[in-house]
């Protein structure tokens, strides 16, 4: 059956209030929209766990920068409507630009120490959009659960943060990334691609399968790690590299040695599309210098 799409606050607040007095736990994914399989994995988990699954469809625009996509981000909302179906969603809120900021709108999120270094430093106010518009969305849910993913590692580790910082009521969990078969995550993004491009994008992920690889056998000397990470990119045609970065998992502040296990990240721009992917680098046990 196909969700509803509800774009007025007053309305989705209507139907959830009589879920919640009927006792009925909620569920809640919040995206942009142009759906994968990315994200049906977030939806298939808040259905198995709650009573009402609610996805919001809003591209943000707070969160895109002046010579960013914002115009152009693809908003297939009849083919998301299907994919919401199909995995088990109850609502879809997609709410105007004027529905969440309406005039004279003043209050900004800002979680200090997460917002600087990785994306922030190219992508300046994108994660103070991100949270301002996350906290919305959980003010207008009250949701028992909220559903992230971990391809966006540092808009996770914000979110949890602002939730824990500001006692919002609503757990969060970060799932892991869904890929491609080749192993390129999966991104909304992954379609302004083009075919020669998308062979190369498979890059992203080869290079931090070999980080992991390197890790795991021992080194631990983090500018080589980065070097190894950043070399296959500089490598390959039609590519710029935005970041090739490891940083410890919490803060995500620049460590100099692999002492514990720390976040691999990686921005690369194919032309005006920027693909952004991450894994974890575990360090073996009984590393070499
Ligand atoms: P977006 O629509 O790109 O804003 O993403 C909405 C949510 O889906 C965010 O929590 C993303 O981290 C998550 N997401 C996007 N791509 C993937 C993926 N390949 N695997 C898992 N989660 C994803």
């Not at 759906?35 to 591209?59: C, M, Q, Y």
């Not at 103070?128 to 009250?142: D, E, H, P, S, Y």
């Not at 296959?232 to 410890?248: E, K, S």
Request: hydrophobic letters at 45%; proline letters at 6%.
């Amino acid at each position: 059956m196909l969700p509803d799409i509800i774009t007025t606050i007053a309305e989705l607040r209507e139907r959830l209030e009589a879920a919640q007095r009927a006792g009925r736990t909620i569920g809640f994914v919040p995206t942009m929209g142009a759906l994968h399989a990315g994200h049906a994995s977030l939806i298939r988990a808040a259905r198995t766990e709650n009573d009402l699954v609610a996805v919001s469809i809003f591209v943000n625009p707070t969160q895109f920068g002046p010579n960013e996509d914002l115009a152009h981000y693809p908003r297939p909302i009849e083919a998301d409507q299907q994919l919401c179906g199909a995995v088990g969603t109850d609502i879809i809120f997609a709410p105007s630009v004027e529905e969440m900021y309406p005039a004279r709108f003043c209050t900004w999120i800002s979680v200090e120490g997460l917002m600087e270094g990785l994306c922030a430093e190219s992508r300046p106010g994108h994660f103070r959009g991100v949270a301002t518009v996350v906290l919305k969305l959980f003010n207008i849910m009250q949701a028992d659960v909220a559903y992230f993913g971990q391809k966006d590692y540092q808009q996770a580790r914000i979110i949890v943060q602002m939730a824990r910082d500001l006692n919002v009521p609503t757990n969060v969990r970060v799932l892991p990334t869904v890929r491609e078969s080749d192993g390129l995550a999966m991104s909304s993004r992954n379609q302004y691609l083009d075919p020669v491009q998308r062979r190369h994008a498979t890059v992203l992920y080869r290079t931090l399968e070999e980080a992991k690889r390197l890790a795991a056998a021992g080194e631990r000397d983090v500018k080589r790690l980065e070097e190894a990470l950043a070399a296959p990119i500089r490598a390959t045609p039609g590519t710029r590299l935005d970041y090739a970065r490891i940083v410890d998992l919490d803060m995500l502040r620049p460590i100099e040695r692999l002492e514990n296990p720390a976040l691999a990240a990686l921005a690369v721009c194919f032309g005006t599309t920027r693909l952004i992917d991450n894994a974890q680098l575990i360090p073996s046990q009984n590393g070499r210098s």
